[in-house]
Nanobody, 125 residues
Framework: QVQLVESGGGLVQAGGSLRLSCAAS????????MGWFRQTPGKEREFVAV????????RYADSVKGRFTISRDNAKNTVYLQMNSLKPEDTAAYYC??????????????????WGQGTQVTVSS
């Protein structure tokens, strides 16, 4: 089993930055693809970004391209999401997820095997 714990959320003004972290425990996720999703009340969970086990392949949602950066440190069993130029529409609960079948990279939440509890990001205008 893999446990994922997100941290780094909070309240920030529009245009500001936050860095989310996702620490994995239970077993190494160094061979897993790791993704970030977000969700607001009453809406479907939305893909944000995914990174391959090696870090060489990355995909982003169009809505965050050029503003968000996903990265990972396999030695620390941790994945990051650097969020810059934040907008009020980025307000959501952000979830980290692990996909054992790391190829191909998936944008579908149904492809992921393990999920964290989420961390809230609120962007004020």
């Amino acid at each position: 089993q893999v446990q994922l714990v997100e941290s780094g959320g909070g309240l920030v003004q529009a245009g500001g930055s936050l860095r989310l972290s996702c620490a994995a425990s239970g077993r190494t996720v160094s061979t897993y693809a790791m993704g970030w999703f977000r969700q607001t009340p009453g809406k479907e969970r939305e893909f944000v970004a995914v990174i391959s086990w090696s870090g060489r392949s990355i995909r982003y949602a169009d809505s965050v391209k050029g503003r968000f950066t996903i990265s990972r440190d396999n030695a620390k069993n941790t994945v990051y999401l650097q969020m810059n130029s934040l907008k009020p529409e980025d307000t959501a609960a952000y979830y980290c997820a692990a996909d054992r079948d790391s190829v191909p990279l998936s944008v579908l939440n149904t492809a992921y095997d393990y999920w964290g509890q989420g961390t809230q990001v609120t962007v004020s205008s």
